[in-house]
């Protein structure tokens, strides 16, 4: 069984080493691949003001989040989500940055690259010189994402793990496991068919049938059925 977290983030702005801070984080479980339907979604209070460009891409205000949890209250159910399945994230380094920060000041280990999927160099290698951000890759899917006015962690979540999808190999991927699986159905059918093997058994032919048999080949000239072999 394969667990992956699809997750997505919102911020105040585009650096955490200047005080931007967290205001969102959206994650979503896949098994083998596939959404389960669990997922982790909060807003965060950034004890600070939300920049109106900021705003203006996730809609959330500082008078909206001010009445939310601080990330060290919601912390400890975060990492519990996320355990140590593999992260799926867009444009992860500037997700993990803001994400490590916050770990870093409420004291807990930071998260390793090395367990990252990133989808956006995927998405750059199979579309070379193609636009590769969210919007772009659901149009090129076909994916449905006509709630999107606004980023949203858990919604790009959702989006995200259909573009995923899409790029490791859409609704093909893990066809292999199906011819797997329809040899060892092969393979257990043609054995039970040898155990079940029936015994020969012979059906002479009637004493019209034999007369029949040689009146016709009396009509045919050096009949290869009376030659002895």
Not at 33 to 49: A, I, Q
Not at 65 to 92: C, R, Y
Not at 143 to 169: F, P, T
Request: with cysteine; aromatic share 6%; proline share 5%.
């Amino acid at each position: 069984m394969t667990r992956e977290i699809v997750l997505d983030t919102e911020t105040t702005g585009l650096d955490p080493d200047e005080g931007h801070r967290l205001v969102e984080i959206g994650c979503l479980e896949l098994i083998n691949h596939l959404p389960t339907g669990k997922v982790f979604h909060t807003y965060l209070n950034p004890l600070r003001d939300v920049p109106a460009e900021a705003s203006r891409v996730h809609g959330l205000t500082a008078e909206f989040l001010k009445n939310h949890p601080l990330f060290p209250e919601k912390v400890g159910e975060f990492i519990d989500f996320i355990a140590d399945s593999t992260l799926v994230i867009h444009n992860a380094e500037f997700d993990m940055k803001f994400i490590n920060a916050e770990l870093k000041s409420s004291g807990f280990k930071a998260l390793s690259m090395s367990r990252v999927i990133d989808t956006l160099p995927m998405a750059r290698q199979k579309f070379p010189g193609q636009p590769a951000n969210l919007d772009a890759l659901c149009r090129r899917f076909k994916i449905d994402n006509a709630e999107r006015k606004l980023h949203g962690a858990l919604l790009d979540s959702e989006l995200l793990a259909e573009v995923y999808l899409e790029l490791i190999g859409g609704r093909q991927h893990g066809l292999g496991l199906g011819s797997e699986l329809a040899e060892q159905q092969s393979q257990v059918l043609n054995a039970k068919i040898k155990r079940q093997k029936m015994p020969l058994r012979s059906f002479p032919p009637a004493a019209d049938e034999v007369k029949a048999h040689d009146a016709m080949l009396d009509k045919i000239k050096n009949a290869l059925w009376r030659e002895k072999l």
